[in-house]
C-alpha cells in the first residue's frame, strides 16, 4: 500500500472515534514505525509500504483508537527533551512535572546526592542526573511493574552506576543512609478516590491506578512520606513534591512535619499550584 493510502485509512479511524489530534497520532506512528522523521514523511507519499508493516501500523491507529494511550503504543514518552521507555505499569511522564526537575536543580545546584521517590519509569531522577552530572542517587517505587521501566530507561542513559532502583512502599523500612541526602523529590499519587472516575478514559483506563490514586482526599501517601523522609535528608536538605492543586497544597501545609519550613510554591502552564517545595531545618 502507499504511504498517503495508508495514512488516509489511519485517519479514518482516528477520526471515527474522535481522537484529538489525528494529524499528529498518524505522523508521530508512521515515524516511529517506519523509521523516518516526522517532517520528512510529506515527501515519500508515493513509497510503497510493505502488508506485514501496514498490518502493524492500521493496528495500532485501531489501539489509539481504543483510547490506549500513545505513548503506550510507540512505547516511548518525552520527558525533558528526552525520550523515555515507557508502557503498561509507569505513570507517562507529564509536561507539568518538568517544572520540578527544574525547580530542583534551581534550588539544589551543589547537590550530589539524592532520591526520586514514586519514580515510576525513572524519568525525574534520571534527568536530574543528565542535567547535573555530579548527581547521583536512588530512584524508588512500591511497584515493581514500574521499576523494570525505570531499569530500561536507566540502562538507556548508562546510568546504571548512578541511579540505584530500590522496590519499597514504606520509606520507613528503606534503608538509604540517614542524613545521607541533599534532597528528595517525589511525584506521588495525588488525584481524590471519588475523581478516579471523572478521569479521561486514556488514563482511567490504561495507566496504573496505583500510580494515580491518593486515597480519600488525595494525600495518603503524601503522609507516609511526610513521616518516613525528612530523616534521610540533611539539615537544610530540600524536599520536592507535585501536588494535585491550592486545596491539597492547604491540607499538606497542615500536616507538614515541624522539622519541615515550606520553600516555594511552583505554578504550572495552566495556572494550578502544582508543586511545593520545603527545607529542613533543626528543630
Ligand atoms: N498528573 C497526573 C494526571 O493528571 C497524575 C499524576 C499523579 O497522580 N502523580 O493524570
Given amino acids: 500500500m502507499k504511504l498517503s493510502d495508508l495514512r488516509s485509512q489511519c485517519l479514518g479511524i482516528l477520526l471515527k472515534e474522535g481522537i484529538e489530534r ?99 519509569s525513572g524519568c ?39 541511579f540505584k532502583l530500590i522496590l519499597n512502599s514504606d520509606p520507613s523500612l528503606c534503608n538509604i543512609g540517614h542524613e545521607s541526602l541533599d534532597f528528595i523529590v517525589a511525584n506521588p499519587p495525588y488525584i481524590p478516590s471519588h475523581e478516579i472516575e471523572g478521569l479521561m478514559p486514556d488514563v482511567r483506563d490504561n495507566e496504573p491506578l496505583e500510580a494515580l490514586d491518593g486515597g480519600e482526599e488525595g494525600i495518603d501517601v503524601y503522609s507516609l512520606l511526610f513521616s518516613g523522609l525528612p530523616k534521610f535528608l540533611k539539615t537544610g536538605g530540600i524536599l520536592g513534591f507535585e501536588i494535585a492543586g491550592d486545596e491539597q497544597a492547604k491540607l499538606l501545609m497542615s500536616i507538614a512535619p515541624q522539622d519541615l519550613v515550606l520553600m516555594n510554591k511552583i505554578f504550572d502552564y495552566n495556572g494550578i499550584l502544582r508543586h511545593l517545595t520545603w527545607k529542613k531545618t533543626v528543630q
Fill in 22 to 120: 489525528p494529524y499528529y497520532t498518524i505522523d508521530l506512528i508512521l515515524s516511529k514505525t517506519l523509521g523516518i522523521e516526522r517532517a520528512l514523511l510529506i515527501a515519500k507519499d508515493d513509497m510503497e509500504i510493505p502488508t506485514q508493516k501496514c498490518v502493524g501500523i492500521l493496528s495500532m491507529a485501531e489501539k489509539r483508537a481504543r483510547r490506549i494511550p500513545l505513548s503506550y503504543i510507540i512505547g516511548e514518552a518525552e520527558f525533558y527533551g528526552r525520550p523515555f521507555e515507557v508502557g503498561e505499569g509507569c505513570l507517562i511522564p507529564r509536561p507539568e512535572t518538568e517544572l520540578l526537575v527544574e525547580e530542583m536543580l534551581r534550588a539544589c545546584p551543589e547537590a550530589s546526592r539524592f532520591a526520586d521517590w514514586c519514580t515510576g
Fill in 124 to 162: 525525574i531522577g534520571i534527568t536530574m542526573i543528565l542535567e547535573n552530572d555530579d548527581l547521583s542517587g536512588y530512584g524508588v517505587d512500591s511497584s515493581e511493574t514500574a521499576l523494570r521501566w525505570a531499569v530500561l530507561n536507566a540502562k538507556k542513559y548508562n546510568l546504571e552506576s548512578k
